[in-house]
């Protein structure tokens, strides 16, 4: 089946240094998108970045990433953190089945920022 | 930016009973989904719809149902409600199509004593 793989569920970054949150999926269908949510403590998840497009970088907020269909991998880069980035990070992947599109989730990566 | 609203924000159940959440968009979007948020296993989905009328399961259904009345509203249901259930959901719209996005409501912990 389909799935998502967030492989640090925590990472600690001191504040200015660059960090990366690594993401990789499987799956069988073509017609598929990917997404970075970001979810701040106490609020709902909401849209960072996505794509669907191989090869092809995508910027929001300072953060960036690469949809790499060759390895199937959808990282998260910043490169330079700040303490207001501080939140759980959600890797997605949304496929259209049917009548409806279903949004497979990772299991999320807290980020934290230390000064 | 489009509005889902979820009832109640919080809510504390006895094992047994039935517990009923609620959840509201106004984007006049097809899809609306149901997940639960738990650490170490992100958001997962429990049922979704693509439109009136429509349910389906997701990836964690069981102990839970789901019902679509109208295109605004998408209800999740405990009929019977455990402990194992006690979480966070959090309702989502979005419009059809693999690179739309999808709109959150502000969640609803559940306690089940």
């Known amino acids: 089946g389909d799935s998502v793989t967030q492989t640090e569920g925590l990472v600690t970054v001191t504040e200015g240094l660059p960090v990366m949150l690594n993401c990789t999926y499987q799956t069988a269908y073509s017609d598929v998108a990917f997404f970075w949510y970001v979810q701040y403590l106490n609020e709902a998840p909401k849209l960072l970045l996505r794509?669907?497009?191989?090869?092809k970088r995508t910027e929001h907020q300072g953060f960036h990433a690469t949809l790499h269909k060759s390895s199937s991998s959808f990282h998260l880069q910043k490169s330079s953190v700040q303490l207001s980035d501080s939140a759980l990070y959600y890797c997605a992947l949304r496929k259209n089945q049917g009548g409806s599109a279903k949004l497979i989730f990772g299991e999320g990566t807290k980020l934290t920022v230390s000064s | 930016e489009a509005a889902v609203t979820q009832s109640p924000r919080n809510k504390v159940a006895v094992t047994g009973g039935k517990v009923t959440l609620s959840c509201n968009q106004t984007n006049n979007h097809n899809n609306m989904y149901w997940y639960r948020q738990d650490t170490g296993h992100g958001l997962r989905l429990i049922h979704y719809s693509y439109g009136a009328g429509s349910t389906e399961k997701g990836d964690i259904p069981d102990g839970y149902k789901a019902s679509r009345p109208s295109q605004e509203n998408f209800s999740l249901i405990l009929e019977l409600a455990t402990p194992s259930q006690t979480s966070v959901y959090f309702c989502a719209s979005g419009r059809q199509g693999s690179n739309e996005r999808l709109f959150f409501g502000h969640g609803t912990k559940l306690s089940v004593l």
């Open positions: 794509s669907s497009t191989d090869n």
